[in-house]
């Protein structure tokens, strides 16, 4: 009888082990992916500016369009991650304008081709950067994560706020 | 890029998912891309595409109405290990992850740039519910996730609780369109159904039984059935007079299909569920043929609320055969579905598809990653498995 609890105390030990260090490694995991979503979806947003800055330069543009545009690209690229979003938003507003106009998207078509293939991108982009966010933040917000420390340094993934439901709009 | 896709059916069974993997696969190879497809195959040599690799013959399982050929076990997990090892993929895009098959498999061994897609769409399940601890840390580690349809991406959220992008399955639009009817088919009011009608799910069952309607409002109209199945058995309780008007292909290629589509005045849908997407429906609509589909949700979905075709209310024998009379005879409403329909199409072809997929790859990858084996990953299992490694 007494054997019993001596070898089932091990057992029971080494069960919690793994099973912290298996969650652990599975906290790891959405960490990386975000990182990996984070560092797409800013090569994107990059990407994006830059061509936006690139539109206000054709010529025959409107002056007060290629200001509001300028401006918005400038303030994308100097945003520190709480603000991105917000001014990702904006820039998006300013080259939805833009794209409104009809006869400069018939003159430049390889410009706006290169904006819709950036913008489809995109979408993909925040959905999968969001869901990984949500699914980081969810996992460490459980108890044994906190208790355990089981994050370990890792910041806590920022939220990316625009577009809610983009998931939804990707099927467009 | 290199490109390996992991089939979790039998490759030389014919089927959706493996139809799916085969037509991206050949678009990507098109593209100039490197690709690879693992596969579970009961005959090796059956097998023609020079870029699908055996893992050895599945097992049969029923699931979702249907027999599933899959494989899972040791020697398997091996065939798995070694093509991933030899692979060198920079994205590893697994199909049906969620059943115990080679998919699930490759997820649980491989770690890196890992993308899933969802086909089926299913109930609530007890089943799924209870394996979900289980399969929860492996599909985690997919980077990113596709679903073929809302009701697939619903299915995931319900069972996995995670969500998806929401990507269509493809079809080569042209080839529908621009395929050439067959005279020996190409009669007036004939009627066209393409699927294993053997399966209760496929609803052949409600077809015969509208049909003796279509007969008396259209007395020279005619059913014409492509696909697998036991005609003898299917048209047991038919009336004998009505038999004639049925005539059975069996299995046919793509080719058949194409013009099939091309000879028929309408195509007719009546699953009565178990339907996820219904490729055959996107089909359809290329070859510019009109549509009557039973009102599943993937078939209200895919035809968006009857405004791509004609839905009729599921099971209903009286209002499919009264919507397949009024499509017959009203030609005004027959060309509009059609010229509708070929416009749609062309957002499932392969060249929207195979880029929204490919953006899903460029975004699940860091720059420079690798699919790895998880041993690789992990410094401390290197002490065990160096031993055996090739």
Redesign the interface.
Known sequence: MMEFPILLIPTVILLIIWYLTASATRLDRLHQRVETSWANLDAILQRRASLALQLTHLPGSDPAANLLLTSAAHQARAADISERSEAESALTGALLLLRQEQWLVEKYPEVFAELDHLTERLKIGISLHVEGVSAARARRSKAIYRIFRLAGRAPLPVKYAFEDDSLAEVQR | MKIGLVSPYAWDVPGGVQAHIRDLASHYIMQGHQVSVLAPATDESAIVENFVISAGRPVAIPYNGAVARVLFGPVASSRVRQWIAGGDFDVLHLHEPAIPSLSLLACSIA?G?LVGTFHAAAPRQKATFAIAPFLE?VI??L??RIAVS?IARETLRIHLD???????NGISATFYETAEPNPAWKKDFTIGFIGRFSEPRKGFDVLLEALARIAQAIPNSRLLVAGPGEVVEAIEGVDPPLRSRITFLGRVDDDAKASLLKSINVYVAPNTGGESFGIILAEAMASGVPIVASDIPAFKQLLEDGKYGLLFENENTSDLAEKIIHLLQDEALAKSYSEAGVEYAKRFDWSQVG??VM??Y??????D?KVTLLSEARPWSRLFTRGNKE
């Open positions: 770690e740039p840390p985690e580690k980077r990113a809302d995670t969500d998806a992008v929401v990507i269509p880029e929204e953006n899903v460029l975004h699940a990858r860091a720059e990653e």
